[in-house]
């Protein structure tokens, strides 16, 4: 299937092909051709898309305008576009490393993100500064963000308990019922609430810029874990309510089409599709390809693999790169897979891997620590300045929705240029936050 993907009627042709390798073809061309339509109707059915973005946008496109057509068939009414996740997990990694790395002006701060880029990835800093990867900024949040959750436990408990260090605190042995009431307090005091407004409000010398930039990270990092974790646990409900705070988040730093397009699903989902159809999506928007707890995965990450084994692996060299020869090899993929892992068990080689072992981070976050000891980030200390103040993308981007309900249209230079801020009608975020709860 040679078609090209960036056009909108490349995207309807890829529909019809993969429908018709299914067996699933125009009844009306079939009849007039054999008399007779052996294709089964899905007049009264639906077909799930799943894909990123521009593939939303163009099929959307090619249903507003084939809308006057005279069959269901020429309408495309039986597509259901399902925005898939793993692209919406990297456009909120995108939007943490604009909103944390890309200012120039952050660099220049102490406590910023990318002084621990120095020491977690010192060969890697000029990558980080122009345009890193969705794996980069991934495993960047995992290891600052464990720097960060050590940092509050170890000012809690020197606090509370009267602990010098970690260690000390862990040899404690304290109850489940004890370790549960620190950690509440831990997020009530170390991450940014509803109240956080009002503490910026105050006068310079009654405020903390470097606690509030803290509290900031902790609360972006901790939204980006909670997705993560929820997806990986097949939890809708959960991924549903995270999408929420997130659209706040991609709205304020300039990701109007993706705020834009996740509102949208939320909205369709919980008001306007019929509860079967609202059952089947919820059950198909993640997948778990090897059947083991916390590996569910989005259905785009698996498109993404197939495309690894297709395009990369397996895509020939020399004059044997080539489309044609791509989709010559694409059915024999797995094939190959299959040769493999026979070959594998047969010489009992099944014990070595192609993934990388974990590193051992100990002596790094060490490294980081001393840091954080050193300047107290996590402790409140009034008049104390800062280079860079991090934005409040969750208040900024609630407003922005605000205005935009209101029938406001914006225009942000940063981001997305010469994306329009859409209004949209109907039901706000506030609602389907309720119907989720």
């Not at 810029?209 to 901790?222: D, M």
């Not at 549903?240 to 706040?248: D, F, K, N």
């Not at 778990?288 to 197939?306: E, S």
Request: negative net charge; hydrophobic residues 40%; charged residues 20%.
């Amino acid at each position: 299937m040679d078609v090209n993907n960036s056009t909108v009627s490349g995207n309807i042709q890829a529909i019809v092909d993969l429908l018709k390798q299914g067996g699933v073809e125009d009844p009306a061309v079939l009849s007039e051709e054999n008399g007779t339509a052996d294709s089964p109707d899905i007049s009264e059915y639906v077909i799930l898309v799943h894909g990123d973005l521009g593939t939303g946008e163009r099929l959307q496109t090619a249903q507003l305008h084939w809308s006057i057509e005279s069959t269901s068939w020429n309408c495309l009414q039986h597509v259901v576009f399902i925005p898939g996740l793993f692209h919406l997990k990297m456009a909120c990694a995108d939007a943490l490393w604009r909103c944390f790395i890309y200012p120039s002006v952050a660099h220049d701060d102490e406590m910023s993100l990318m002084h621990d880029v120095v020491q977690l990835c010192p060969k890697e800093t000029g990558i980080y500064m122009t345009k890193p990867g969705f794996c980069h900024i991934h495993q960047l949040v995992s290891h600052a963000s464990i720097c960060q959750h050590l940092g509050c436990w170890r000012v809690l408990a020197s606090q509370k308990n009267g602990f010098d260090n970690l260690e000390d605190f862990a040899c404690s042995k304290l109850t489940l019922e004890d370790l549960e009431a620190l950690a509440k307090e831990v997020i009530r005091t170390y991450v940014a609430t509803g109240q956080f407004c009002h503490m910026r409000r105050k006068q310079d010398m009654e405020c903390d810029s470097q606690f509030e930039n803290v509290l900031l990270l902790n609360k972006y990092f901790l939204l980006y874990e909670e997705l993560s974790y929820a997806m990986n646990s097949s939890d809708i409900s959960w991924v549903e309510a995270s999408i929420v705070s997130w659209i706040l988040i991609l709205k304020a730093v300039g990701k109007h089409k993706y705020a834009t397009q996740m509102t949208n699903f939320l909205y369709n989902v919980h008001f306007v599709y019929p509860s079967g159809l609202r059952h089947v999506i919820c059950y198909h928007i993640l997948v778990n390809p090897t059947g083991r707890p916390m590996k569910w995965r989005a259905v785009d990450w698996c498109v993404k693999l197939n495309n690894l084994f297709t395009k990369v692996k397996n895509r020939g060299k020399g004059s044997n790169h080539s489309v044609e020869r791509i989709i010559l090899e694409s059915p024999l993929v797995q094939v190959y897979r299959n040769l493999q892992g026979l070959v594998q068990q047969n010489f009992s080689h099944m014990h070595p891997t192609t993934s990388h072992v974990a590193p051992d981070m100990r002596k790094t976050f060490a490294k980081i620590q001393e840091r954080l000891v050193l300047n107290s980030p996590h402790v409140v200390c009034l008049g104390r300045k800062t280079c860079h103040q991090v934005e409040d993308l969750y208040d900024k981007g609630q407003e922005m929705m605000e205005k935009a309900t209101q029938g406001e249209v914006l225009v942000e230079n940063e981001g997305d240029t010469g994306d329009i801020f859409e209004e949209f009608e109907g039901s706000t975020l506030d609602d389907i936050m309720v119907e989720l709860l």
